[in-house]
């Protein structure tokens, strides 16, 4: 089938679904989500069927029309169905087959994709729907456009119309597709590729662009201020496409996206609110034609038969479209729990609870559950007694109501006392009630409660506020072989399953709870439903082929974990690609294998003899249907297009120079008014040197450090980055040591992104440890500086994050660096590098709070007690490793069996000082010998003359338990003090000096900690 053969088709057998067939819209577009027959469309209540094709323009996606597979204009085939009807798989899958693709040869699977667009405040859950690992469609529920909760929801199919036609005609490249009878794809497009990939990659003129978009952004507001909804959606398009040549050519940096993004959003917002007022004012005239699917379910008046066992098996199914792979556990966990509360908490007798799911179902069964509660005695709480009964002890007529109403007499009262007096109350016989009765009631709360990462809403008509994972399409509800009859949203309980979605059809009659019938049932449906057998099943099946090809055994569990969860009957399928890709880094590889295709690699275990850790083959986890050969071919293609890309990028990224690329920087803003990528490797280049200098490294080590911070930001203007982002930094050492640099300067740009968590490891050299300081520490100060400061829980810039990691390193590593000389340095260079000038003397402090935070969070991770924590933190030089050592020392004095003779000393002098911030000067003040009026001011004074020098060269040495020992010798005499010397005199001069001592004191204590803040 030829491509406009494709598209013909389409449109016929759409329009046989109730879709007009629309056009394409005459203005660039990134998908066909942004023509206003989506965009606008699928806003407000009114029915809304469309299909169209939609060319559209990604310029980031440009290969001059050297890569077979990647253009940067294609073209998609649209289909808004609003309201999604319950059936719409089965209609999509329907669909293919009408193209003439044999299902039944072929691995579909729906594989999670959450799809947002930020430009238009757009965001939906669905699916990428695979065809042997191809992504042919992209599959959505819509949830948001405009920033507006949509109701009812549209679906959007989106369909790759190149992917398909590659596929239908067995060709390896876009040009080669035969778009009519003997002209083919290449014959239309190919040169337009080559002039546009050179356009928007290298030629446009980004300054130009720049002021379109301001231009184009005034435009829109002003037709939007006018009341000009649609014009202004052009314009806002317009916004959209020229931030996208902006972004192809690397003018924006990853930080000022978020900026620009929000400018188009903040536009679509604006036009989406504008339409659906216009439509409203409108009176929605196509509501004027159109009755909803009005389905009302009851099950109130369901009976139950009296059973005659007193125990049964329960079986419970949730059956679903595709649930994504990561949520199908922890969702089972939540199951189990609320089932064992469910009937806990009804005295319901049971026995074990199993749980099991796969991508289309999540099973509970239960074994010996009691059919019946039991009855009880409960104790039914009534009226107060002077109510109840009458001065003579009669009964009241509230009293006998109370008793009537229960089917009791006055006599049958009886009196206790509570805490508000006394009540009259009555014992009450209550019937159990039928289990099948409970569980009716129970079990639509228990799966409405399911909590999911993200979760879609439906129809507020026909489906309330209920919320799922994915849609909800059939329940399976059996306490023996008897229905618990029960609806959620539009679901009605029953006894009918489906088995595996190309290896059966049909609805399946469960006829009991009976777990290894049901398991046997689904199983000859083609689903091996227990998810704990999948998994060693799977493990086994890539052990023997791993065994077979001659590999290492290491299995990678993540991926093990998420294949378990993508499919319902697991057949492994082995293919491979050319050597020749064994140059690109393995990291690329496995990024490209594991992240977008979910295989297995396969690694030598002759590590690096061929100069790659992998050997040319992967393996893949089908779903159970599919001709092997068709599906290998396939998988083959597509992870041959990957790596071609992956090939391309490595390959024109080393055209030139590593160090070369610098200067590209400059085209890159980093923050809009913090200046560009450039303005940032400079600032790390000055920074990393200082603090060379502050932790005493000199020589090679720093010119290592100082190269490296200027050179670590390159590879974000790489092709490479571009595409895989997870790959920043390594790239960048890959590409530093192929150009030339050192090792050390390689592996200070590869890691110097780490820690990226809390878990993740750390920079690996001294070196790499410093860039990744500088680098955190710069980002930090210039948000700080900027007013982007983290707030509650909102911290988009990961400012928390990056600061852990600043505290993490100088810990694990032990430097002792003092972060406030590092935090005045980067604001230096602030004010030298950058469109700010930052003139806030109250800054540094406030960065340093803010290190100071995360510096608690690891102290209380490690066990330290909060009031240690207090204690450290409040004195001293914002310095990691120094703190650390501190509250060592202060939690084992905590511990002394001396400490309550010592702790109350020390507190004494620091209570009485009137101002604790003079503390800090420590001892620069002076005390006046000659104002001595007694002995114990003299002992006092030369006690604390006698060990002052020697604490604070512990004190610089590190040595804070020294430290602590020395000024626990002043303990006697500072008692003696106290106890017999008037502080606070009215002389001034004489309480003044006298203070003078207690200052010199309490400045050694600050060595420490401020101990007052302990709690004893």
């Given amino acids: 089938m030829n491509f406009q053969d494709i598209i013909l088709k389409l449109d016929e057998y759409w329009a046989k679904q109730g879709c007009i067939i629309q056009q394409p819209y005459d203005i660039e577009v990134g998908a066909g989500t942004f023509n206003p027959a989506t965009f606008m469309r699928v806003l407000g209540p009114e029915p809304w069927r469309v299909a169209y094709v939609e060319p559209s323009r990604r310029p980031t996606d440009g290969r001059y029309g050297d890569n077979p597979w990647r253009a940067g204009h294609y073209y998609q085939y649209q289909v808004i169905l609003k309201p999604s009807p319950p059936d719409i798989q089965n209609i999509y899958l329907q669909s293919l087959e009408y193209l003439g693709i044999d299902l039944s040869k072929h691995d579909i699977r729906f594989v999670e994709d959450d799809w947002e667009s930020p430009t238009l405040g757009a965001s939906g859950l669905g699916w990428e729907v695979w065809m042997d690992s191809s992504e042919i469609t992209q599959y959505t529920y819509f949830q948001q456009m405009g920033s507006i909760d949509l109701d009812p929801i549209s679906v959007e199919i989106t369909y790759g119309l190149e992917r398909i036609a590659m596929n239908s005609q067995d060709v390896d490249s876009i040009f080669d597709i035969e778009w009519a009878y003997g002209i083919t794809y290449g014959d239309v497009h190919y040169r337009s590729e080559v002039e546009y990939s ?35 959606v052009d314009y806002v398009l317009k916004c959209s496409h020229t931030f996208n040549v902006l972004d192809a050519r690397g003018s924006i940096s990853v930080t000022e996206r978020a900026s620009y993004i929000a400018r188009v959003r903040n536009l679509a917002r604006r036009c989406a609110q504008g339409y659906c007022k216009q439509r409203e004012d409108m009176g929605y005239p196509l509501m004027k034609n159109w009755k909803p699917n009005q389905t009302i379910h009851s099950t109130q008046d369901v009976k139950y038969s009296i059973p005659t066992e007193s125990h049964l098996d329960f079986l419970l199914e949730i059956g679903t479209e595709e649930i994504p792979a990561s949520y199908i556990q922890p969702a089972l966990d939540q199951i189990e729990i609320s089932i064992k509360n469910i009937l806990t908490q009804n005295r319901i007798e049971f026995g074990d609870v199993q749980v099991i799911g796969t991508p289309r179902r999540m099973t509970a069964y239960v074994t010996k559950v009691a059919t019946n509660q039991p009855d009880r005695v409960v104790e039914v709480m009534g009226p107060p007694k002077r109510a109840a009964f009458d001065d003579s002890g009669n009964p009241t007529k509230a009293g006998e109501g109370f008793a009537r109403k229960y089917g009791m007499n006055a006599d049958d009262l009886k009196i206790k006392s509570t805490d508000k007096g006394e009540y009259v109350y009555l014992l009450v016989a209550e019937k159990g009630r039928l289990t099948a009765e409970v569980l009716a009631d129970e079990l639509p709360q228990l799966i409405s409660s399911i909590d999911f990462p993200k979760s879609m809403h439906f129809s507020s008509f026909e489906d309330g506020k209920f919320q799922f994972a994915r849609p909800l399409r059939w329940i399976v509800s059996l306490l023996g072989e008897e229905v618990i009859k029960f609806n959620v949203g539009r679901v009605v309980s029953d006894r009918y399953t489906y088995g595996h979605r190309f290896l059966s059809s049909g609805a399946i009659e469960i006829k009991s709870a009976s777990f290894d019938d049901y398991k046997k049932t689904l199983r000859d449906a083609g689903v091996i439903v227990d998810h704990n057998e999948r998994r060693e099943l799977i493990k086994q099946q890539v052990s023997d082929i791993l065994k077979s090809e001659g590999s290492t055994d290491y299995i990678d569990e ?87 890309d992956a090939q391309f990028f490595y390959n024109e990224d080393q055209k030139t120079g590593f160090a070369q690329k610098l200067d590209k920087l400059n085209h890159v803003v980093f923050q809009e008014e913090l200046g ?144 406030d000389n590092a935090i005045t340095k980067s604001i230096e260079l602030y004010n030298q590098r950058s469109k700010i000038k930052i003139d806030d003397p109250k800054l540094a402090d406030i960065v340093a709070e803010f290190l100071k935070g995360r510096i608690s ?145 309490a400045g050694m204590i600050y060595l420490v900690a401020d101990i007052s803040k302990l709690v004893v």
């Fill in 558 to 644: 993540e991926i093990l974990e998420t294949v378990t969860f993508l499919v319902e009957m697991p057949k492994p399928v082995v293919g491979s690609f050319s050597e020749s890709y064994l140059i690109v880094p393995v990291e690329v590889l496995e990024t490209a294998m594991k992240k977008h295709q979910k295989y297995f690699s396969l690694h030598r275990k002759d590590d690096g003899k061929y100069g790659s850790p992998l050997l040319p083959k992967f393996i893949t986890i089908t779903n159970g249907a599919g001709d092997e050969s068709v599906i290998r071919h396939g998988n083959e293609r597509v992870l041959r297009s990957r790596l071609d």
């Fill in 857 to 1001: 969070a690891i102290l209380s991770d490690k066990g330290f007690s909060y009031d240690v924590i207090d204690s450290v933190l409040s004195v001293g030089e914002t310095n990691a490793i120094k703190i650390l050592k501190r509250a060592n020392v202060l939690a084992n004095f905590k511990n002394r069996n001396d400490f309550d003779r010592i702790y109350p000393a020390l507190n004494r002098v620091l209570r009485i000082l009137p101002n604790r911030e003079l503390i800090k000067t420590g001892n620069s003040f002076k005390v006046d010998t000659n104002l001595f009026q007694d002995k114990y001011e003299s002992d006092l004074y030369e006690s604390v003359m006698g060990i002052e020098n020697d604490v604070r060269k512990s004190s610089e040495n590190d040595n804070y338990g020294d430290v602590i020992n020395r000024i626990a010798t002043l303990c006697d005499n500072i008692d003696l003090f106290f106890d017999n010397v008037m502080v606070m005199v009215e002389q001034e001069e004489l309480k003044n000096n006298r203070l003078a001592i207690l200052y010199r004191i």
């Fill in 198 to 232: 050179t356009y928007y990659l290298d030629e446009a003129d980004t300054a130009m662009l720049f002021m379109l978009f301001d231009t184009y952004e005034k435009e829109a507001f002003h037709c939007l201020d006018k009341g000009l909804i649609l014009p202004g």
């Fill in 676 to 819: 560009t990528l450039y303005d940032k490797s400079q600032r790390l280049k000055e920074l990393a040197g200082f603090l060379c200098d502050e932790l005493g490294l000199d020589g090679e080590a720093k010119r290592n450090a100082i190269r490296a911070g200027e050179l670590c930001k390159i590879d974000l203007v790489t092709q490479m980055v571009g595409e895989f982002p997870t790959l920043q930094g390594i790239m960048g050492g890959y590409y530093a040591i192929n150009s030339g640099e050192n090792e050390e300067v390689a592996k200070a740009i590869r890691s110097h992104y780490k820690p990226n968590s809390p878990t993740d490891d750390l920079p690996d050299t001294i070196i790499s440890c410093i860039v990744s300081i500088a680098d955190k520490l710069d980002t930090i100060v210039g948000y700080f500086a900027t007013g982007n400061i983290p707030t509650g829980s909102q911290d988009p810039y990961a400012l928390r994050r990056q600061a852990t990691g600043i505290v993490r390193i100088a810990i694990e590593k032990e430097l002792k660096l003092n972060l």
